[in-house]
Structures are given as C-alpha cells and as structure tokens.
C-alpha cells in the first residue's frame, strides 16, 4: 500500500490489510475488489483499485484505475465516492492533470450512447459526486483541473452524441439546429447557418459538387466563440461534416459502410471543442467553420473526370468521387480567411492510408509550421490524446498533377494521407495551418462501435495551453 492506502487502511480498522493478508486482491492495474460491511471509518464500503506495478504507475494506469472504479460504482447504489489514487500524487503527471484525466475519466466511464433500442433501459448510474484527495500544496491546480475536465467532458459528450447518431436522424439540417441549440445555451457562442443559394453564391464549388447527388441540402455552420479580448484575432477549427458517405459514384464497398455516419467526426470535434470552451469560459476566440453535407450517387451526382472550381478560384479534377472531404475542407478553409485567423486547424476523417499508417492510437498531424505543429503535438501528449507529425512536402504535392485543371483531387495509392494533406496544403498560402486526419481515432468499430470523443481533448488542450 502507498501512504494514502495506508491511510485508509487505518481509518477502516485495518479492513484492507485483512483482504491482502488473504491474497483475495492482487492489485493488477485497473483490477477491482470492494470491501463492504465496514463498521469502522468514514464510508459504508471501499473499492479497491490496482494500479499495477510501481515502477510501471504513471498516467495510463491511472486513468484506467479510474475509469475501472467508476464503471464499478455505476452498477451499485453508491450515490457518492471519494478517490484515494492521485493522494499521493501521480508520477510524470502535474496535480492539474491529475484531476482533469480523473473528471474526464469518470465522464467517459458514464457515458451512454443514446441509442434507439426499445428494450428496457438499464438503470442510470446513482452515482452524483465524486471528490478527490490531493495535498493541500496542490488544491488549487486541482480545482483548475477540475473546472477544465468538466467543460472538455461536457465536449465530448456532444462530440460523441452527434457522432453515434443515425445519418437519417443527423442530417445537415441537423447539426444546423444542434448549433443553434449550442449558441442559446451559451451566451459567448454566436452562430450563423448559411444555406445552398448563399453557399453558390460565395462560389463554393468544391463544396457543392460533393452534395449534387444528395436530396439532403447543405449547411455551412458558421460559430464563433468569444472569450478573450475584442478584436484579438481567432483561432479557426474547420471540421469535415460528411453525415453520411458512400463514395459517390466511386461507390464504397458494402462493408462496413454503415461505419461511414463518424464521417461527420471532424464537424462534431468543433461543436465539442466550442461546448468546452464555452463551459470552461476560456480567455480564446475561435471560429468555427462546418461545411456539412451527405456524399451520395445519383443522376445528378458528381462523377470521375468532372472538373468544379474552388472559392479560391482554383480548379479541380475530380479523379475520384469518394475523396470528398478534401473538397468541403478547402473551401471551408479559404472561407475562414475573412476572420483574418492566427492559426487555422482542419479536423477530419480524411483518408483510409491513415488508419493503415497509424491505427486507432495516434491522429495524423501534418503542417509546415514547425512552431504550431509541437504545440499540437505536446497538446496530445499532455491530454493523452496523441497526434503523430507526418510531413507535407512539394514532392507529394507533384503528385497532384492534372492534364486537365489547377489540380486533381487524388493521387496513387502511395501515401495517400499525405497527399490529401498536401491538396489541403495548395489552398493555405499566408496561412498558419495544421491538418488533424482523425480517421482512425475519432471512433472504434466492432463490438465496441461508437464515437471516441477525440480529438476534443487535443484540441481544448491546445487553445487553452497552447494557442
């Protein structure tokens, strides 16, 4: 036992020695046991927590000792728990993230996907508070970090509700009143719902050629959170919003297509990350910008060889139609240079190649800016929510050619999350711009199918730390 077990220990009578001396709990990491009956001490029972080897104890283990404890408790009674597991500190992790991983935890241990079964519902967790022991030197980054968890669990929670929705139910037209929603909720939120006549007129070409095939018509959402200063230059998050893609007329495979709802994963991190802001009341402004729309075939479907041209005036040979987030992407970018932004960060579920480069662990992280590509990098690592820096090169950039317009919209079958990168890349001259591709950690698939709530945590992080 480390000191705050001891403690406790003490404080029950001795009850937790008696369960050791006994070899009923081994103290793996994330390994539960409770101790019930006490007639000693300040509570009715205790949970045991493993935290697995002490040489091995840093953040990892400690955010699955929490997520283990929580996911215990909303199956009893408990109505209120106090964890012991950070009272003697966390190794490699300050007291302020300490608590932000132990709030975010407990949030992602109770969350429920709001599914549409008709079966009985299982019960909703009893638990209500949940307080945590940290030396008194360390109270008040604590309190910091509990204030921060909440508003970037409060983040991903909508994050992951948009995202787990069906595409007949989240629809463009859906996110459009989901804004408007956020904004009545929050009085810092501003947001402006633009509509098809008023997207052609802005000559978003692009854009519109991804939803020709739709009966669904398209968004733009346009948010803008202001919490710093009047007049200092925003911060601009550009989501790829895509509820639903099937490739077009360069149609997807039958198999798990059905996945291709999270396709909007990149929409849903800027609603979670203005949420957070916004419950945070952080000293930021950012933008945020959604093009949103549905990817479908039709007869008035855009096809393979059609050339569209872009709000910046380039144009685009459309090779392939299930490359289409990049086309959103690139006029939402060039829109946000009327805001005259300091940074601007694209979020999106862009390419395939970057669930075979990296898995569901990292995101790919590209930008030519040195300086803004490690603030997002330290901002995962700090959040636990990692980004792994692939380059953006002219070399790739070649690959783009086209016989026929400015550019073509794929490339070979080689690095192509690079090379979508790099077409992103062609629209971002005097611009300070990073592109997040989110395609393998925005959602898991199989019997644990749903939104992940990343990169909401990168993304807060980074505008509160890093920005």
Same mark, same amino acid.
């Given at each position: ?76 009674? %408990? ?7 950070? %009272? ?5 992790? !300050? ?23 008709? %079966? ?20 008040? +980054? ?25 595409? +007949? ?28 006549? $008023? ?15 739709? !009966? ?20 601009? @998050? ?12 360069? /149609? ?42 549905? +990817? ?20 685009? !040979? ?39 480069? @990296? ?14 590509? $490690? ?14 820096? /692939?380059?953006?090169?002219? !070399? ?20 192509? %999350? ?5 077409? /992103? ?10 592109? @997040? ?20 945590? @990168?993304?807060?992080?980074?505008? /509160?730390?890093?920005?």
């Amino acid at each position: 036992l480390a000191e705050a077990g001891r403690k406790v220990d003490r404080a029950s009578g001795g009850a937790i020695s008696r369960v050791l001396k006994r070899g009923d709990f081994s103290g793996k990491a994330a390994e539960t046991f409770p101790i019930v009956g006490l007639r000693r001490g300040p509570a009715e029972r205790i949970l045991l927590v493993g935290l697995g080897p002490k040489a091995g104890f840093g953040r990892k283990p400690y955010r699955r000792a929490v997520y283990a404890a929580t996911q215990w408790l909303a199956k009893t009674g %408990a109505a209120n728990a106090v964890s012991w597991l950070a %009272a003697d500190g966390v190794p490699g992790i !300050e007291p302020y993230y300490a608590a932000r991983q132990a709030v975010e935890s407990v949030n992602n241990a109770l969350y429920r996907i709001p599914d549409r079964k008709t %079966a009985k519902k299982p019960p909703v967790p009893k638990l209500t508070h949940v307080g945590l022991v940290v030396a008194d030197a360390d109270a008040a +980054n604590a309190e910091r970090g509990v204030k921060d968890g909440r508003g970037i669990s409060a983040g991903s929670a909508l994050m992951k509700d948009l995202a787990n929705l069906p595409a +007949n139910v989240c629809t463009p037209r859906y996110l459009a009143d989901a804004a408007k929603t956020l904004a009545k909720e929050h009085k810092a939120v501003r947001v402006q719902v633009l509509e098809e006549p $008023e997207i052609r007129r802005l000559g978003m070409g692009s854009f519109l050629s991804v939803t020709r095939g739709s !009966e669904e018509p398209p968004r733009l959402i346009v948010f803008e959170y202001s919490g710093g200063r009047k007049g200092e230059a925003p911060v601009a @998050l550009v989501g790829k919003g895509i509820t639903f893609d099937t490739g077009g007329i360069s /149609l997807k495979q039958p198999s798990g297509m059905d996945e291709m709802k999270f396709d909007m994963s990149g929409a849903a991190s800027v609603f979670g990350s203005i949420k957070a802001l916004a419950t945070i009341a952080a000293p930021i402004n950012v933008v945020g910008i959604v093009p949103t729309c549905e +990817n479908m075939p039709s007869g008035r479907a855009t096809k393979p060889g059609d050339i569209v041209t872009s709000m910046a005036g380039k144009t685009i !040979e459309v090779l392939n139609t299930d490359a289409e987030g990049r086309l959103i992407l690139c006029d939402g970018i060039t829109y946000s240079r009327r805001f005259k932004p300091r940074a601007v960060v694209d979020i999106a579920t862009l390419t395939g190649a970057c669930v075979v480069a @990296l898995g569901a662990h990292y995101c790919g992280l590209f930008s030519p800016d040195e300086k803004l590509a $490690e603030s997002l990098s330290a901002a995962g690592e700090r959040a636990d929510d990692r980004a792994w820096r /692939l380059p953006v090169a002219e !070399e790739y950039s070649e690959l783009l050619k086209s016989n026929f317009a400015d550019m073509a919209n794929v490339a070979g079958r080689e690095a192509g %999350a690079i090379t979508a990168a790099c077409f /992103l890349w062609k629209f971002t001259d005097g611009l300070k711009w990073a592109h @997040l591709d989110i395609a393998g950690s925005a959602y898991l698939t199989g019997t644990h199918k749903g939104s992940t709530g990343r990169p909401v945590p @990168l993304l807060v992080d980074w505008l /509160l730390h890093g920005a």
